[in-house]
C-alpha cells in the first residue's frame, strides 16, 4: 500500500501489540491522521474509545463530526479535547453545544502554547516537557475515566 496506507496503519498495529503485550502495557494509543480515510479507518480498528482532537475553528468542528460518525458506525465511544480554544472564543463555543448536544464529554481544553512546539523542538514528549507536565496528567486522568 502506499505510505500511510490503512494496511501500513494495521501493520504498525499489530506490531505494536505485540511489544505492548511484551511489556505488559495496559493501554495501546493509536494516533490517526486527520481525516476520515483508509488510515483512520485502520486506526480506529479494534478501538475501545476515539479521543477527538477538535482544533477551534470551523472546518475543525467539521472534520470532528466525520471522525464521530465514523467512530459511531464501528460502535466506539467518543470523548474530545478542544486544541487551541482560546484562540477562537466563538469556534470553541460551537464545539462546546456539539458535544453537549451528541452527548460527547469533553475531557479537556488545550490552549495555544510555545511549550509543545518547545517540547518538538528538544525531542521531548509533552510529559517531559515542564510547562506542559502536569497539564497531559490531568488530561489523561480525564481520559481514563472513559476507559
Known amino acids: 500500500g502506499a505510505e500511510n496506507s490503512g494496511k501500513l496503519v494495521a501493520h504498525v498495529k499489530e506490531r505494536a501489540r505485540k511489544k505492548a503485550k511484551e511489556m505488559g ?10 481525516g476520515i480515510g ?58 462546546e453545544a456539539y458535544l453537549e448536544e451528541e452527548h460527547i464529554p469533553l475531557v479537556g481544553k488545550l490552549r495555544y502554547q510555545k511549550a509543545f512546539w518547545e517540547a ?10 515542564p510547562k506542559l507536565t502536569q497539564q497531559m496528567q490531568v488530561l489523561w486522568q480525564n481520559i481514563c475515566v472513559y476507559m
Request: hydrophobic fraction near 40%; glycine fraction near 4%; proline fraction near 5%.
Open 25 to 34: 502495557a495496559r493501554y495501546l494509543i493509536s494516533d490517526a491522521s486527520p
Open 38 to 95: 483508509c488510515p483512520v479507518v485502520s486506526s480506529l480498528s479494534g478501538a475501545s474509545l476515539a479521543l477527538v482532537v477538535v482544533e477551534a475553528s470551523a472546518s475543525g468542528l467539521h472534520d470532528a463530526k466525520r471522525v464521530v460518525t465514523l467512530a459511531r458506525q464501528f460502535s466506539i465511544p467518543c470523548v474530545a479535547v478542544i486544541n487551541k480554544w482560546d484562540l477562537s472564543p466563538q469556534s470553541t463555543g460551537d464545539i
Open 120 to 129: 518538538l523542538k528538544e525531542e521531548k514528549t509533552l510529559y517531559e516537557h
